[in-house]
């Protein structure tokens, strides 16, 4: 365990110095979202509430789930395609570095960008929009973490039918879309029209969207319209949503079981 610890730290680190050193990945990983989030909360009508918080604030709120979707999911399919194709996880596999390993390592890179990148928007959001810090860190980090692992875990799946790294910007697409369009970000789910409101209760960004969002307003943004919640009530509102995100963590895992390669697609 211990071992595999240690493996995982080491490559994650490696993770993030490649991604550092890689100017394409690096804006369409890291700064593409946060253009996007300053794009989607200036089209906002000014003066607008949503859910009994301005509009702007609600959608920054909700934009957590879209950074979730480029700084894991559509870095990692580029990541594991890209290895995989280099025959570089299969000599990590067959050397002293465990799946688990691996796929830690890779889970832990793209989270600590993810945080880096929520923290940016925390402090955008106090100083900037005259919000308020984050009302329950720990409810914050736990969607986090488990946002982060349910989209690892379907980038290693999504990776497994994706041939080459350069049709991986082609097999995340449809993906990419359906989170997005699903996903809780302009109003809550229970404001959504019919046709859109069963795929944004089953998609997995949905869950992280309004967990996040009650974390950061202290209000509740699962079931509710944005009622005020004591710290024990943000826990218990979330509840359902953490239930969705585990069962997610399981069906993802099933997924990458499933769908994951080792070994190159082609010569």
């Known amino acids: ?31 593409l979202p946060l253009l996007m989030a300053w794009m989607f909360s200036r089209i906002m009508p000014e003066g607008a509430t949503t859910a009994g918080v301005p509009a702007e604030l609600f959608v920054l709120t909700g934009v957590p789930g879209l950074m979730l979707c480029f700084a894991v999911f559509v870095n990692l399919v580029n990541n594991f395609t890209a290895r995989r194709e280099e025959l570089v996880l299969k000599r990590l596999y067959g050397g002293l570095t465990s799946p688990a390993a691996v796929f830690g390592g890779a889970a ?17 959001i106090v100083r900037v929009e005259g919000g308020s810090a984050p ?87 699962v079931g509710g319209l944005g009622e005020p919640l004591s710290v024990a009530g943000q826990w218990a509102a979330a509840l359902p949503s953490l239930v969705i995100l585990l069962g997610w963590l399981v069906v ?14 082609r010569g």
Do not use: C
């Not at 240690?6 to 804006?27: E, P, S, Y």
């Not at 890179?109 to 928007?121: E, H, I």
């Open 1 to 31: 365990m211990r071992a595999d610890v240690r493996h995982a730290v080491r490559l994650a680190r490696l993770d993030l110095k490649l991604l550092g050193r890689n100017q394409t990945a690096l804006v369409n990983v890291v700064l």
């Open 108 to 124: 832990l890179s793209a989270l600590l960008v993810y945080l880096g990148q929520v923290a940016l928007l925390a402090i955008w």
């Open 135 to 221: 009302a329950n860190i720990p409810l914050l980090l736990l969607a986090s973490v488990l946002g982060a692992a349910v989209i690892t875990l379907l980038a290693a799946a999504f990776s497994g039918i994706t041939r080459t790294a350069e049709l991986a910007q082609v097999t995340v697409l449809p993906v990419l879309l359906v989170m997005l369009v699903g996903a809780p970000l302009f109003v809550p789910v229970a404001q959504l029209p019919e046709p859109l409101r069963v795929p944004a209760e089953v998609v997995p960004i949905t869950p992280v969207v309004e967990i996040t969002r009650t974390a950061f307003l202290g209000a509740d943004h």
């Open 252 to 265: 993802a895992a099933l997924l990458a079981r499933w769908l994951f390669r080792w070994d190159a697609r």
